[in-house]
């Protein structure tokens, strides 16, 4: 008699706990979801840091969302390596034109791996109204994710033709 009510126990705790496994399952895939999710809304507040800071020439934003081993890739092919060489033409030079310049942007395209690197294609403008100049770029952005930060590694930008 015992030996069946200890096996019908055992048939009911092992029917409990396979109750539960879906269910767990189903909570873990809804953390991951969720996990996913913040990364990737970080990662789109990294993007707009850096093209927004750009754009108000907030030269102290700027620089803390460029990494140290930042490469660029210039509109006619110019190679920038390194943290000084990508945000000292910038600050000096770009940030202190006597004009203003404008660049609005839409984000076309992402993709986050694991929160630690993200890629971005955004169509830009390069507006200058007293000069007359409205240039059209393809711009890439890729960023690294470290110590919970994440920070611009590559930027090319390249010339969209009529």
């Not at 399952?25 to 993007?47: I, L, M, N, P, Y």
């Not at 803390?64 to 210039?74: E, F, K, L, S």
């Not at 203003?100 to 109204?129: N, R």
Request: with cysteine; charged share 25%.
């Amino acid at each position: 008699m015992r030996k069946r009510y200890y096996a019908a126990l055992a048939g009911l705790v092992v029917a409990a706990a396979g109750i539960g496994v879906p269910a767990a399952a189903a909570a873990g895939e809804q953390q991951a979801e969720s996990e996913r999710q913040a990364c990737q809304r970080s990662f789109d507040r990294a993007v707009w840091e850096d093209m927004d800071s750009y754009n108000k020439r907030d030269e102290a934003r700027y620089r803390a969302i460029i990494h140290q081993n930042m490469v660029t890739v210039g509109r006619k092919g110019q190679l920038f390596i390194g943290y000084e060489a990508n945000v000292e033409p910038v600050v000096d030079v770009q940030f202190k034109l006597p004009y203003e310049y404008s660049m609005p942007w839409t984000v076309t395209h992402t993709v986050v791996e694991d929160c630690k690197m993200g890629f971005a294609i955004l169509d830009a403008y390069y507006k200058v109204p007293s000069q007359n100049i409205n240039r059209h770029y393809t711009i890439s952005l890729t960023l690294v994710r470290e110590h919970g930060k994440w920070q611009v590694i590559k930027d090319t930008v390249t010339d969209v033709l009529p």
